[in-house]
């Protein structure tokens, strides 16, 4: 049953959607920082096959990095929390970190089985600007990243990581954790994604209700 956390949290998954646009509403990531064990969409039968594909080419991913000599820490052997001076916890779990020992850099890999996404490099350099100040083993290291998709890359070097990044993720990390909630806007693509149900937000609207024919139109004089 939905009750309020113990403590402010979010997961690095919901602030990158939130940065690139890719959610509009913020009322979402808002609730989830602030309150837990509430009631989740049912898992869509296509999580599965999505499940299996990711495990897949992260499989392959991991062989890949290991033939060039590197050493490969996996998913759960990643998992970070760091904390704000305001408490609110941010945590994150990066699909694969490589680490070369010739040159001494580590590399953030996430692999992705869908198509490219501006939120799929926020979420890699929120991953590369949090762990340094998560573990020991990365403190003061200047950490790469790479988003992989099944026929392509993006890298995402460290320089990416600077000041007029942080001050975006400060912002939107400041719209998560205040006390006041932001709006809702709730729309019937957005919805449908949104793993909240009905119970916790009873604006969401659902595909069925939507009816194309039924949408406003109007005539243009071209
Ligand atoms: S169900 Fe819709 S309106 Fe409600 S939080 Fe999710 S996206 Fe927003």
Partial sequence: MTRPRDGLYVWVTWLSKLMSGEVQCHWS??????????????????????????NQYLAELIRKRKSLGEITYKEDQNKFRVRRTSGLVIAGKPDLIAYNKT?????????????????????????????PYASPIYKGKMLDGCVVYKTDKIEVPSKMIDD?????????LNIV???N???????????EYCDLSGDDCP??????????AKQP????PL
Avoid: N
């Fill in 164 to 172: 007029a990044f942080t001050k975006k993720a400060i912002y939107f």
């Fill in 217 to 220: 139109e109007g005539e243009i």
């Fill in 29 to 54: 990531a808002w609730f989830k920082t602030h309150y837990t064990d509430y009631r989740t969409q049912p898992i869509d039968a296509r999580l599965a096959s999505w499940t299996v594909e990711h």
């Fill in 203 to 212: 604006e969401k609207m659902l595909s069925s209700e939507v009816d194309d």
């Fill in 177 to 179: 954790e205040s006390p």
């Fill in 103 to 131: 040159t001494g850099q580590y590399t953030v890999y996430d692999v992705k089985t869908g198509s490219q996404r501006q939120s799929d490099i926020i979420q890699v350099m929120l991953y590369c600007y949090c762990l």
């Fill in 181 to 191: 909630a932001p709006d809702k806007c709730p729309s019937s693509i957005e919805c």
